[in-house]
């Protein structure tokens, strides 16, 4: 059956939990015989969402949560291409068409070309002596004509074609630069020495998509190679997809909001917090968690090199109020994770909580899940990333970013801050020490 593994630690998550599928689908808002195909590995979700809310209500370990994610990536992808839909049967040729026989003429002259005037309603008017009785008669010249014009036409639709074909905008150096469809921004293949060009990767994308749903970009790549050669396949950009609002836990996630407690719904679930916050032009405070889902595009596997962060502006923290999703989560759990200090001069890309080093190597069935944890306190700072790819002697850069937008957060120190607990209709005032949960 499809993702196994996945639905063996949805089984195991489950069972520890001692309820019943129809208690945890009424709290997950499933049908029971819907998580029942889940558990036993007869459907696959495809949308993470209630999986992790799954997972959390069977009170999950955070190094179960990034293995859930992992498998459920595994699994998705498998069930895409599984039911990917079977190549189409070329349809039979189709018997040709016989040339209509040319109409014979009254007069024609056997040996001699005759004359001819076209009429002023455009028929073919023949004039010369009559052929004699067994003399077989000479096609009319108005076939003639009409069959040169159409092969005509022919040639020169085909002459244009090769000339669109050739006027094909070139770079500086000479390659094709050709944009592959796609929403949003999109991948871009690496140039490469003189090999036949083809089409980028669109991130989506596949999306169908291996990443969370919420708010999934597709990154822009570009990069340079000098080529594989020996005929083999060349390889293309990896897509990222990009969830900016993943959460650690509700408790741990903050946001700033240019507005009063009054005028602020109550807090989002994980999965709706992209339009909750867009709707409210909300800021990450203290720390902005990213889910990178990065996945190969062809037959080659791409080895991923390297994050950078890359800062586009940096500023005094928003004078704004400070918003918690959640109260009582109970202690911080480390997940495995890179961190980045925004704050500092220049921000990097390092492991943490047992997190292994980069490189990695990725495929199109092998997929990588990396969780970015962005800290700031001191400074508003609007950033993206850029992730350095190989394969052979092909490189390449594809930028990271929330959609085509750089990704923001802001320090919260000092700022007014208001939680709203579980059952509770109004947000309550916070003490302005420990706005965040990583506050020292």
Known sequence: MVGDEFATLLGRL???SGLSYGSL???????????????TGEAVPTDYAPVERFARLCKATPDELVELHRLWVHADVTRQRKG???EAVP????????APAPAPQAEVEADAEPESDASDDGELVVSGPSPAPDAEPRPRRGWRRRTVAIAGAAVVAAVVSVALVLNVPRGADGDDKRDAAGSSSVSERPETAPATPTPSPSASGKSGSTGPTPSASKATGKGAGTGTGGGQAEATAPTVATNAYKWDDPCSQHYLLDREPAQVPPPPIEAEAPGWVASLGGVASGEQMLALTVQGTGKQTVVVDALHVRVERKGA???WNDYSMGVGCGGLVETKSFAVDLDSPRPDVTPVAGQRDFPYK???????????MARAQAHDVTWYIELDWSSGKQRGTVRIDDDGKPFRTSGNVGRPGYDRPLGWNEWIDRPVEGNSAQTP
């Open 362 to 372: 990725v495929s199109e069935t092998d997929p990588e899940v990396f969780y970015v």
């Open 317 to 319: 923290p928003l004078a």
């Open 25 to 39: 689908g009424k709290r997950l808002h499933l049908s029971g015989s819907t998580l029942h195909r889940y558990v």
């Open 14 to 16: 489950k069972e520890r």
């Open 91 to 98: 349809a039979p040729a189709a018997a040709p068409v016989p």
């Open 84 to 86: 990917s839909a079977p």
